[in-house]
């Protein structure tokens, strides 16, 4: 794994001399971010050893690297799902290869449904706590030291700091956040109505395909994260229609500008 790691960085580094210290990992129909990075270079995933390529919509398997509010990021514009077929390691590698790289805080997006009736389509979430309800975990198999700990601590795996900073800049800016937890659920079917239900009964607000393992690999090299749902449709049985991806796509390029403000003002005071 170490050797992967390096071989993937040392790829990346070839390409572009800036050294990022914050990560973004951007969901579906959010990848407009990525955009707007000045003196970026962007690298297909398929010239990145080791880096998989998301079939999924609304992903554009690019690594941007530039510079953003004076900060300078490495973005994912587009990431790896399970339920694609990768192995949870594949699907986390470039968590790994980002901490290789320099990075110590990341901000991870999703689109996602809203299970908390209280939500509508169109809301930003700031997730304050996540629930696996896959039978997987990406640190499964032996530990290895240089990356992380056996036993990573969760309590405060998104920061509580990152988020206090991210509830005040929305303040400041006048964009509502609602806060809850997230589920992660494996697809790439839907919910049924009767699982929703669980859902709701077991706490969560937000329900998604992605984002959980790659913050617990991110927790595990000891870094920051701050997550960021977008919540582009009501959970199945919620409301009296049919879910479909198009609506995950075309509901986050309305919330794109209220994304985009929200993030880029988050990384200029982190």
């Known amino acids: 794994m170490i050797t992967m790691i390096n071989e993937a960085k040392?790829?990346?580094?070839?390409k572009s001399h800036l050294k990022p210290s914050i990560g973004l990992i951007l969901g579906s129909g959010l990848g407009s971010l990525a955009d707007e990075l000045s003196n970026s270079v962007n690298i297909p995933y398929d010239e990145i050893p080791h880096f998989a390529?998301?079939?999924?919509?609304g992903h554009a398997n690019e690594l941007v690297i530039g510079?953003?509010?004076?900060k300078i990021v490495v973005a994912m514009k587009g990431r790896f799902h399970y339920y694609e077929g990768f192995s949870l390691e594949e699907v986390t590698f470039p968590v790994r290869v980002m901490k290789a790289l320099g990075v110590e805080q990341i901000i991870v997006t999703n689109a996602c449904g809203a299970v908390n009736t209280s939500f509508?389509?169109?809301?930003?979430?700031?997730?304050n706590d996540h629930i696996n309800l896959?039978?997987?975990n990406p640190l499964i198999g032996p530990n290895n030291?240089?990356?992380?700990?056996?036993?990573?601590d969760l309590s405060d795996?998104?920061?509580k700091e990152?988020?206090?900073l991210a509830a005040k800049v929305a303040a400041e800016k006048g964009i509502q956040l609602k806060n809850g937890v997230y589920a992660w659920w494996t697809g790439p079917a839907y919910e049924t109505p009767a699982e929703i239900r669980m859902i709701r009964i077991l706490g969560a607000d937000a329900v998604g395909m992605s984002t959980v393992p790659e913050v617990i690999v991110a927790v595990h090299g000891g870094m920051k994260v701050l997550g960021i749902s977008c919540l582009t449709n009501m959970a199945c049985g919620i409301l009296d229609q049919s879910l479909n991806h198009q609506e995950v796509i075309e509901v986050a390029a309305l919330v794109k500008d209220k994304f985009l403000t929200l993030v880029k003002s988050v990384v200029e005071k982190m």
């Not at 040392?10 to 070839?14: C, E, K, N, V």
């Not at 390529?53 to 919509?57: D, E, H, L, N, V």
């Not at 509508?120 to 997730?127: A, H, Q, R, Y």
């Open 67 to 70: 510079e953003l509010n004076g």
């Open 145 to 152: 030291d240089q990356l992380g700990t056996r036993f990573p």
């Open 10 to 14: 040392d790829y990346i580094l070839s």
């Open 157 to 159: 795996a998104y920061s």
């Open 120 to 127: 509508k389509p169109g809301d930003l979430m700031l997730i």
């Open 53 to 57: 390529k998301s079939g999924a919509i």
């Open 162 to 164: 990152l988020r206090a």
């Open 134 to 136: 896959v039978s997987n």
